[in-house]
């Protein structure tokens, strides 16, 4: 027996929950959702995300087939043909996945001296079927077949077909759906949080599928703004076929997780004021087209972005003498900065050994830092320090000072 993260009571049996609906893509699965929780998550909470228009869109554009194995058809209902206004349309799914457009049949009657005119308008596909509806006419009609004046056949297509329609569009239901996602991403990673208060009445919402409570936590961003990611996209490539979802605790703030579903939520989600592991900074990334989802915690993440960083130093020296002499040092093929285990050491102008080492001299001016991208792969941060510092390099073991350190990272590659 074990606790349901929705429920929140014993049970026995428990099912592959999809964080992510499978229907977009997700590869996210726990197994802490009860099997009845689970299909009433289904029905209930992840309905809205799946059949959002949005989300039909691009099911359709990624060809998601989703449960049914069907592709969802976001244009599906009667549309019109600019300038042909007795027309009516639908746009079909051929089995290549291709939209079709198919003429809607029309029968139009005109009534004339000797007899009734009729005009039929069927799709070219249809063309087989037009001497079963001229029956169907005969007999509303009540006449004999031949009484039936028809003109003459004609096949006309259009190559360009502008068509014309109307969408409903949810900007409110489908929020249900982030919020189970941001939850439950939360209880797996963070497991205190789950006795949270925030936590209970998150879980009694998507339980009740209660959608009057859902914006008091679903607070960050209508769904639909991109730009929350703005600070993020230089960690992450949102314009790859990925979810990310993005959970950080801070002081100010308490527990949130930001969400962006590739090209169709940004929201952010407030889980609780509470703070959490300070700087915890976790990012969950589902990929589409890998069909995989992976966690990445917060000081791997940047490594796994920018890699080991390339250090170049500025110097000063006090003469002309010292430059040359320098010089000749860097020449040697046993020029180096002294390092120990991995560190720099920093001295100070005696060169009496400091408590502190060159990184982290580093990361207390890194708010004043100054970083650019050169390109897309190349990335730069300049340190530079108020105070004096120095480094022993070799050979000889020579005092050096050093006002600037630049890292360069030659080969960033986003998440
Ligand atoms: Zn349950």
Do not use: W
């Not at 509806?133 to 009609?141: M, P, Q, R, T």
């Not at 949130?256 to 407030?270: D, I, P, R, T």
């Amino acid at each position: 027996m074990k606790q349901c993260i929705i429920c929140r009571k014993f049970k026995e049996a428990f099912s592959d929950e999809h964080v992510i609906p499978d229907a977009l893509g997700g590869y996210y699965h726990i197994y802490s959702v009860c099997t009845q929780c689970n299909s009433r998550m289904g029905s209930t909470v992840d309905v809205k995300l799946v059949n959002h228009k949005f989300s039909e869109f691009q099911r359709f554009t990624l060809g998601l087939k989703g449960k049914s194995k069907k592709l969802p058809n976001p244009f599906i209902g009667i549309h019109r043909i600019d300038g042909e206004e007795s027309r009516r349309v639908q746009l079909r799914i051929d089995g290549d996945g291709k939209l079709v457009p198919y003429v809607v049949p029309t029968v139009e009657y005109e009534k004339l001296d000797d007899g009734t005119r009729v005009s039929i308008c069927v799709d070219a596909s249809d063309k087989n079927k037009l001497s079963g509806i001229l029956d169907g006419v005969a007999k509303k009609l009540k006449v004999p077949l031949e009484q039936l004046k028809l003109p003459e056949q004609a096949v006309r297509s259009i190559a360009r077909p502008n068509i014309q329609g109307g969408f409903s569009i949810d900007l409110f239901e489908f929020k249900i759906g982030l919020l189970k996602i941001a939850y439950e991403f939360a209880v797996d990673t963070i497991p205190e949080y789950f006795h949270d208060d925030a936590a209970v009445e998150i879980a009694e919402i998507l339980f009740h599928a209660d959608h009057s409570r859902v914006e008091k936590y679903v607070n960050i961003g209508s769904g639909f703004e991109r730009n929350l990611f703005s600070s993020l996209e230089k960690y992450l490539d949102i314009a790859k076929k990925k979810h990310f979802l993005v959970l950080c605790s801070h002081r100010a703030g308490g527990l949130s997780c930001l969400m962006h579903l590739h090209q169709l939520f940004a929201v952010g989600v407030s889980l609780s004021k509470k703070m959490y592991p300070d700087h915890l900074f976790v990012v969950g990334v589902n990929d589409i087209e890998k069909k995989s989802f992976r966690k990445i915690f917060g000081e791997e993440l940047s490594r796994e972005v920018y890699g080991v960083p390339f250090l170049r130093f500025q110097y000063y020296f006090e003469n002309e003498a010292a430059l040359m002499r320098f010089q000749e040092l860097q020449m040697s093929e046993h020029f180096e900065v002294i390092q120990v285990k991995g560190e720099i050491p920093v001295f100070d102008k005696s060169g009496n050994a400091l408590e502190t080492t060159l990184n982290e001299k580093m990361n207390a001016v890194a708010p004043l830092a100054k970083s650019e991208f050169l390109s897309e792969k190349e990335f730069i941060c300049t340190y530079n320090f108020a105070e004096d510092v120095f480094v022993k390099v070799n050979p000889g073991g020579e005092l050096v000072q050093v006002t600037a350190v630049r890292e360069e990272y030659v080969n960033v590659s986003k998440i």
